[in-house]
Nanobody, 124 residues
């Protein structure tokens, strides 16, 4: 089992940057695929990005490609989401999630472990 804690959210102007971190504890983190999802008020939770523990393969939603970068540091048990060129439509609660498979799935149901979320607000 793994516990996940997100940090790094906040308020930023459009065009700015934020760096989210997902810190893991409790298990062999380097054997988990980790993803970021987000949920805006009144909307369904949507996939943002994921990184596999096999070959560090990555996957991105079309809406964030070229702007967001996911990376992991297994020695520090962390996954980072660097978010650049932020837009007001990126405003949401961002959640870190993990599963023991290798697939960088876009489906929330694939992931067994979730953090509590961190708020990201982008002002226009």
């Amino acid at each position: 089992q793994v516990q996940l804690v997100e940090s790094g959210g906040g308020l930023v102007q459009a065009g700015g940057s934020l760096r989210l971190s997902c810190a893991a504890s409790g298990s062999t983190f380097n054997r988990y695929t980790v993803a970021w999802f987000r949920q805006a008020p009144g909307k369904q939770r949507e996939f943002v990005s994921a990184i596999s523990w096999i070959g560090a393969g990555t996957n991105y939603a079309d809406s964030v490609k070229g702007r967001f970068t996911i990376s992991r540091d297994n020695a520090k048990n962390t996954v980072t989401l660097q978010m650049n060129s932020l837009k007001p439509e990126d405003t949401a609660v961002y959640y870190c999630a993990a599963h023991r498979g290798v697939v960088t799935s876009t489906k929330p149901g694939t992931y067994d472990y979730w953090g509590q979320g961190t708020q990201v607000t982008v002002s226009s």
